[in-house]
């Protein structure tokens, strides 16, 4: 197989060709308009440009002398100095030496030149000190270039050896849109067709091939248009050897590096998010995973770690697996850092697996380094990748053991242009999940539902994964019904969720379109498709849907079978203000109480008379009927002589807590000293948990 360099190099070399003549333009503009702020950075950008590729190609030289000449005019751009004749020739040198160093690559793979001058041209330049190019334009020169130049002129010219264009993507994307719009032509005829044949019974033999010969070749056109817009997977794995290498050096580890290339090809869009994603994982693999030498060798491990990213293609999507043979995922600093940043979820993240701790992992501004270094431990965590993986419509796993390592798997779309997913109706309406989202399809007759309290849950494969219904989480008006007609299980960043859909349709792979301007504020939906009667179809966003549902806990079964051995309590809150109730309603279910509320003494009492409570919180003044009468009532009741009753008072008054306590009741708790753990620890004492 070729190398990186000798693949790449063609394409590496033409647009590089065209960022020399964009940055040529821009300064002579510039030169006549030094305050066009516009040309200025359109020209900063072309050298960004160009020194990014050269570095993933590993091209010091192109990259050394685009990076100095961004230097000179980032100064101009901050103002430092201003545009100079000098610069002007400065600028013109160094794109004729970056040309020199492009007719060398493709001569021998290599752009190495002595451009020491430059080097020095341009540390004078971004200092705003005086420097001539006279020697800079006399390096250029010479009988080797000018018979490059020759030979390049005279192939160009020769144009039976021309066998490939550059096309711009706007054009593609511009020749897709309209492919798009034959295909729902073609899909309308179709369906005309189909009723037409309802109608009549029977349509010309000959009509239908056409017809069945016209849709193949227009989806066979549609993946060749496509496929000019994927660029190789190489591209972004090549410039990973060198960076893993250079940083393990700064960090004084031994890594050995296994990373095969592949004739993998990726839509340019995802192309770019990936540089990111594999760079942060990379890193952290360098800085968190791999142990210094003499660790691993205390550990009983050889010297040298090993970083691997193996890449494998599954129909439509690429599987890419990054694993280290570190120290792995310390889960116990995870659960220490997860309770640092959210203190009253103390209990449910100690009693977390390490499964469940994964989510924090991937949480913005979650780190469990105590410094942060230059390499990562940014305070950024992997939130980096999340975010561009669901850019990509990707997904990801990850599986770690301790002093075993650590391995992420990406699932990714080799495009965005198309999508495979499951067509599902709630109530009238019909939906999109993507493919990659989908667990398993479950029959409901076959699998028990299970109710904790006032969540629905699935059993399946020794977990509770909780239930919603996709009418409720889309706000879609629809009628109630006690049947289940289908469940979807989904996945995203190892939490699962059950969707009850009305009924399933076909699974297709189809061309993806953006949102219309109506649906822009929906974040549940992340692109439409067309079905075959040109009805707009809404793709969900599976990870916008799984993160508002804050509270989505999978319990394993054998946790659960513990947790339900605990007695579930009711309790009754009796108050006239709405915004109180509501307060501590949601105390008291949130810590899994089920709550019946009361507006005054009166509707109190008549609950009491359906409902069975366990313990009773009430205000003092209230309408109709007060506190203290209510408690009165309440001792005379022969279900509710000893249950647990305890006073929320607006102010501290001796004299009104003494007459409470007298009457009977345990306790006795000011508003305004008022704390969330106040009054569930006063229930629970009283209940005996």
């Keep these: 197989m070729p190398s990186s360099k000798d693949s790449f190099s063609t394409e590496f070399i033409a647009e590089t060709n065209e960022h020399i003549s964009a940055i040529n333009q821009a300064i002579i503009v510039l030169k006549n308009n030094t305050s066009d702020k516009t040309v200025l950075n359109d020209l900063l950008r072309h050298l960004h440009t160009i020194k990014g590729t050269a570095r993933m190609m590993g091209f010091a030289t192109i990259e050394a002398l685009s990076h100095g000449l961004e230097d000179v005019f980032k100064g101009i751009k901050e103002e430092r100095f201003e545009l100079t004749d000098h610069i002007v020739q400065l600028t013109f040198a160094t794109s004729d030496c970056i040309l020199r160093a492009l007719t060398k690559v493709k001569n021998t793979q290599d752009d190495t030149l002595d451009i020491t001058l430059f080097i020095d041209a341009y540390k004078q330049a971004a200092s705003g000190f005086f420097f001539t190019v006279d020697a800079l334009e006399q390096a250029n020169k010479g009988e080797q270039i000018e018979q490059d130049i020759e030979n390049s002129i005279q192939e160009a010219s020769d144009l039976e050896n021309i066998t490939s264009i550059r096309i711009d ?79 393990a050096i700064k960090l004084q580890k031994k890594v050995y590096i296994d990373i095969p290339e592949t004739n993998s090809m990726l839509d340019k869009i995802i192309l770019e998010k990936l540089v990111d994603i594999l760079m942060h994982l990379v890193r952290n693999s360098l800085d968190h995973g791999i142990e210094l030498p003499q660790e691993r060798k205390e550990k009983g491990k050889s010297e040298q770690g090993t970083i691997a990213i193996h890449t494998y293609q599954i129909a439509n999507h690429l599987k890419i697996v990054i694993h280290d043979d570190g120290r792995g995922i310390q889960y116990e600093k995870v659960r220490q850092k997860a309770i640092e940043l959210h203190p009253n979820e ?137 049947t289940v007609p289908a469940i979807i299980v989904v996945e995203y960043l190892e939490t699962q969720m059950a969707i009850v859909v009305d009924s399933l ?105 359906t409902i069975h409570a366990d313990a009773i919180v009430t205000d003092i003044n209230m309408p109709r009927m007060d506190g203290l009468t209510l408690l009165s009532n309440i001792r005379h009741m022969d279900d509710y002589a000893n249950t647990p009753v305890i006073i929320v008072s607006g102010a501290y008054d001796p004299e009104a807590k003494h007459q409470f306590i007298e009457a009977g009741a345990q306790a006795f708790i000011v508003k305004s000293e008022f704390q969330r753990g106040n009054l569930i620890q006063a229930v629970k004492e009283f209940l005996g948990e």
Excluded: C, W
């Design 169 to 247: 993507i706007e054009r593609i994307n511009e020749i897709v849109k309209s492919l798009d719009n034959l295909i729902i032509r073609q899909f309308r005829f179709k369906h005309e067709l189909e009723l037409y044949e309802k109608q009549y019974h029977e349509i010309p033999k000959q009509l239908k091939e056409d017809l069945i010969l016209i849709e193949k070749t227009i989806f066979d056109t549609q993946h060749q248009i496509l496929d000019l817009r994927m660029l190789p997977l190489n591209m972004v794995l090549a410039p990973l050897r060198k960076e893993i290498e250079s940083e």
């Design 505 to 609: 349709e076909q699974y297709e792979n189809v061309v993806v379109n953006p949102l219309p301007r109506l649906l822009t504020g929906m974040k549940a939906i992340q692109g439409v498709v067309y079905d075959e009667n040109y009805a707009i179809i809404p793709i969900l966003n599976i990870p916008d849907i799984m993160q508002r549902l804050k509270g989505l806990v999978a319990y394993d079964i054998k946790k659960y079978k513990t947790k339900t051995q605990k007695k579930t309590y009711t309790i009754l809150i009796v108050d006239d203000s709405t915004t109180t109730r509501q307060i501590e309603q949601t105390i008291f279910e949130t810590d899994g109480y089920i709550v019946h509320t009361a507006v005054d003494g009166i509707d109190a009492i008549e609950q009491l008379r």
């Design 346 to 482: 103390k209990k449910e993240i100690s009693d977390m697996s390490n499964r469940e701790l994964q989510q924090y992992i991937f949480s913005s501004g979650f780190s469990t380094n105590s410094t942060t270094t230059a390499l990562s431990g940014r305070g950024i965590g992997l939130d980096v990748v999340r975010n561009n993986m669901e850019k990509i419509k990707g997904k990801i796993h990850l599986t770690s053991k301790q002093n075993e390592g650590t391995t992420f798997e990406l699932v990714i779309p080799l495009s965005l242009a198309t999508q495979e997913g499951l067509f599902v109706h709630a109530s009238s309406l019909k939906f999109m999940i993507p493919s990659h989202y989908i667990q398993e399809i479950i029959d409901p007759e076959s699998y028990p539902l299970v109710h904790i309290q006032t969540q629905t849950y699935i059993r399946l494969h020794e977990q509770l994964i909780p239930v919603y219904y996709l009418s409720s989480l889309l706000n879609i008006n629809t009628t109630t019904s006690n």
